[in-house]
């Protein structure tokens, strides 16, 4: 920096700090007074008096700190083409601006460097264009950086004034470059058209693949919806007839079978088979008017013995139970053409057995089939009696009528037990056989309605 001294030597107020990147032209300025003779024209401005001028040199290295470039916009951000030109043309204007006003105020620096160094050259008014050389060689070197020599001076303050000079191509490359890039609206806009023209055929075929979804999906769930709709429909008409009672059971054991002629093909079937049983019960609810004789309720039969349990009411004979072919005579009269609950209970203990109608213990005996176990693996057939295993029907010994409730437990129940089942106040499925829908199948004409023997019989009082 220049300090300004007086003749004693101590320094006088500080001149303003010259920018760093004014440096290297200051040190231009140096060079062409020092050799363009404007020693004459300095040396007729006189310095205050008192006072003179010590020019004191610059560091080398302070020339390559000048001008730095303005920083580039980079392309290709985020942002579309088109702004990212317009952001870019927008930053170099304010570039330009800038440095406009840094030369602007460069200059004004420059001519007050100028002064100082015109005084600086003729500070007493005598000395020759060189006195300040002569100076700096006799007074004392502040800075000690410059090279004494001024062919050194001269060669390194043109590499800088080059540097500066390349610098400042550069930058005016480059803001020609972005200048003329931006004035390329016409390829950018068919570029944008064509992507934007790509983007419409991707959305409108997109668009046609979601109408064509759409179609085929509203297609199946109105397929969907016609067979759910078909399918509640049909649910509701089965709940009707449910509720009705006309073509359905209430309950699986809610049913009976009919079986309204005299041949040797109507019959039910029971599916499952007796063990072997040391005792057993018998409970069913039936209802026949036929005559003479109501027929064969049921007839259990295995192989070597069609006989194994029967019970039968043939021609004016008294209903009777058969056990291995050994009969015993009920005193039950059932053929009034009502319901009525009959239970029969057996033990191969003295061959014992009870006969029960409506609840009510009507007869009991002994010594039928006794010690004889019921063999198992049998066909239980409903409404027939059977000479062969599971055939060999005979039409004058079938049931004509309606039964229902057929159980079988394997041991002799109590008769408060018949009782409440006969009274309907207690229900109690067979533990051998239960009378569910699953359990019949029916041959030949017979059906199965469903029913309420409580109820009906109910009507029938």
Same mark, same amino acid.
């Given at each position: 920096r220049t300090v300004r001294r007086d003749r004693s030597g101590a320094p006088s107020q500080p001149s303003p700090r010259l920018p760093t990147g004014m440096l290297p032209v200051v040190a231009g300025l140096l060079l062409a007074v020092a050799a363009g003779g404007r020693g004459s024209a300095a040396a007729e401005q006189e310095s205050p008096p008192g006072s003179r001028f010590v020019c004191t040199s610059l560091p080398l290295e302070a020339a390559g700190a000048g001008c730095p470039l303005p920083p580039v916009p980079m392309q290709g951000g985020a942002l579309p083409p088109e702004e990212e030109l317009r952001a870019t043309v927008l930053q170099? *204007? +304010?570039?330009?601006l800038q440095q406009k006003e840094t030369i602007g105020s460069q200059r004004e620096a420059? *001519?007050?460097l100028t002064g100082k160094l015109s005084r600086c050259e003729g500070a007493d008014g005598k000395s020759a264009p060189g006195t300040w050389k002569k100076e700096l060689g006799k007074g004392k070197d502040t800075m000690g950086d410059l090279p004494r020599d001024p062919a050194q001076v001269i060669d390194q303050l043109s590499r800088t004034m080059q540097t500066l000079k390349d610098r400042l191509e550069s930058l005016e490359h480059q803001l020609r470059a972005n200048v003329s890039? @931006? @004035?390329l609206p016409n390829d950018l806009r068919e570029m944008l058209q064509r992507r934007l023209g790509d983007l419409e055929r991707q959305l409108l075929s997109k668009v046609a693949e979601l109408e064509d979804e759409k179609s085929l999906l509203h297609n199946e769930t109105s397929a969907h919806r016609q067979k759910t709709e078909t399918a509640l429909n @049909?649910?509701? +008409?089965r709940v009707s007839e449910l509720e009705k009672g006309n073509s359905a059971f209430k309950s699986p054991d809610e049913f009976k079978v009919s079986l309204p002629l005299r041949t040797n093909y109507l019959y039910g079937k029971i599916k499952k088979t007796l063990p072997e049983l040391y005792a057993f019960t018998v409970c069913l609810w039936l209802r026949s008017s036929a005559s003479p004789g109501i027929g064969t309720p049921f007839s259990y039969a295995v192989p070597g013995q069609a006989n194994e349990i029967v019970l039968i009411e043939w021609g004016n004979n008294p209903i009777e139970l058969l056990i291995n072919d050994k009969v015993a005579q009920l005193p039950l009269f059932i053929s009034d053409g009502k319901w009525h609950h009959i239970c029969i209970t057996w033990t191969t203990r003295d061959g014992m057995w009870e006969a029960f109608q409506d609840? +009510?213990?009507?007869?009991t005996g002994e010594n039928l089939a006794p010690w004889h176990p019921i063999k198992p693996g049998g066909v239980l057939i409903l409404g027939q009696e059977q000479d062969t295993v599971g055939g060999r029907f005979d039409a004058t010994q079938a049931f004509v009528g309606e039964m229902s409730q057929?159980?079988?437990?394997d041991r002799v129940l109590k008769a408060e037990d018949i009782t409440n089942i006969a009274n309907c106040s207690t229900n109690m499925p067979g533990n051998i056989?239960?009378?569910v829908d699953n359990n019949v199948d029916v041959f030949g004409g017979a059906t199965k309605w469903p029913v309420e023997t409580c109820e009906e019989r109910l009507l029938d009082l």
């Open positions: 170099l *204007r +304010e570039t330009v420059i *001519r007050e890039y @931006a @004035a @049909a649910l509701l +008409e609840g +009510e213990k009507l007869g057929f159980n079988i437990w056989i239960p009378w």
